[in-house]
């Protein structure tokens, strides 16, 4: 049986103005995975990470880490924010320091860690966010990419159990979107359970375990990615778009070309192993 982290129990959240965020909540989160929230723009996933390390207390229901619901009293929750990290979306409200390695090493700074210690974090931290080189500039003074690069590595530099990620390729170029996803597999192999969100529905599809798909304030659906793509209803009534590798197995079934028993290809060289390829000679035009 996988060991469960976190979990959602029963959880609603209503903010201040009466808007109903989060509604019968209901998530386990397995140690050691890699779980996607999956949802348009409003769909809550922002407003549920909030409650993960009790950043929002739920109105009704509860937030539960290994198995005990948590406390929202002040050393509880230091203590439950060591083990559970989150990535913001915005690096603004995350970076506060003036210049980067002050940033990166505040938050080990605070667990009471030798210098020593504190040093060694902050230099992998910054080598794994490929930061190095901005270690001494203000932080006011970088880019957008480069302030969440700053903001994941402070996170990093924290070894919380858990990593959670609010929209964390939002922002950044191909390469460095790419080169997040590898930190990401990095993270995974060395065991940590890794929680993102997104609404990038290929990210989603290439890289989770496991999909929970929230609309309107609610999971709708989880479960292995494959299975929920197949669900074009779902996708719809979550607005989201099909991964562009289902997509086009889809087409290929659809044309005859692939027996609908064919194996979903989670990449692209999958597609490409699949697909019954036949030379095309193209005549030179006269
Ligand atoms: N501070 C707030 N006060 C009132 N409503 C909010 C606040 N923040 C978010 N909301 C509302 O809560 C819902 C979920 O928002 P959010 O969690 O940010 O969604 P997502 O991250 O999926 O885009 C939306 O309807 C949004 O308008
Ligand atoms: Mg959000």
């Excluded at 929230?37 to 009704?60: C, D, E, H, V």
Aim: with cysteine; proline share 7%.
């Amino acid at each position: 049986m996988p060991e469960v982290i976190l979990e959602a129990v029963d959880l609603d959240y209503f903010y201040p103005d009466g808007t109903n965020a989060l509604r019968n909540i209901n998530l386990q989160v397995e140690k050691g995975e890699k779980l996607t929230i999956l949802g348009s723009n409003g769909a809550g996933k922002s407003t549920l990470f909030m409650q993960f390390n009790g950043l929002y207390r739920p109105t009704t229901g509860c937030i539960q880490y290994q198995g005990h619901a948590i406390s929202y009293k002040n050393k509880a929750l230091i203590e439950l924010r060591k083990k559970v990290g989150i990535v913001f979306q915005d690096p603004d409200s995350q970076l506060f320091s003036s210049s980067v390695y002050q940033d990166i090493s505040f938050g080990p700074l605070n667990l009471g860690l030798s210098e020593h210690e504190v040093k060694a974090r902050v230099k992998q931290a910054l080598f794994d966010t490929e930061t190095t080189d901005l270690e001494d500039k203000p932080t006011h003074l970088l880019s957008y990419g480069q302030k969440k690069r700053v903001s994941i590595a402070g996170v990093l530099a924290m070894e919380p159990e858990v990593i959670i990620f609010d929209e964390p390729t939002a922002g950044l170029d191909p390469r460095h979107a790419r080169e997040f996803m590898q930190l990401l597999k990095k993270l995974s192999t060395e065991g940590k359970t890794i929680i993102i969100s997104t609404h990038d529905v290929d990210l989603a599809y290439s890289w989770s375990d496991r999909l929970a798909i929230m609309s309107s304030g609610e999971i709708i659906a989880h479960g292995e990615p494959g299975e929920l793509f197949l669900q074009p209803e779902l996708i719809e009534r979550a607005d989201l778009a099909l991964p562009w590798l289902i997509d086009m197995y889809c087409s290929l079934v659809e044309k005859g070309w692939l027996p609908p028993s064919t194996p979903l290809p989670k990449t692209k060289a999958d597609l490409l192993m699949i697909i019954p390829l036949v030379p095309i000679t193209i005549k030179p035009m006269l």
